[in-house]
């Protein structure tokens, strides 16, 4: 289903919960992206009265005025960018166990 061209997504606020959560600016004409802390988000659209941390991650896209440094476009999306989670290379590998088994008992 898709959404309606005015929703403004999750409040920013959400995001705080993540430790080290950020918001991701994608150019949805070359698709350049760049993260920016969750932080100095609110702060910007706060000292630009433009908005605070109840304001929606999608929102934050249309209040967005500068040019994509890539292509020279405005056309942004924003959704979270949230960490790397821990890293798995040295981890054992777990072993596929399936939940439900569809045999037939013998």
């Not at 918001?23 to 920016?36: M, T, Y």
């Not at 999608?58 to 209040?63: D, E, I, K, N, T």
């Amino acid at each position: 289903m898709a959404r309606p061209a005015d929703d403004p997504g999750v409040p920013l606020d959400h995001y705080r919960q993540h430790a080290g959560c950020g918001v991701r600016f994608c150019c949805q004409a070359c698709a350049w992206s760049a993260d920016v802390a969750l932080e100095a988000v609110i702060a910007r659209l706060e000292r630009r009265r433009l908005g605070d941390a109840r304001t929606g991650i999608r929102a934050v896209a249309r209040l967005s005025h500068r040019p994509c440094p890539r292509c020279g476009a405005q056309a942004w999306e924003t959704r979270p960018a949230f960490p790397p989670g821990p890293s798995t290379a040295n981890a054992t590998k777990a072993r596929s166990v399936p939940l439900y088994s569809f045999d037939e008992p013998n």
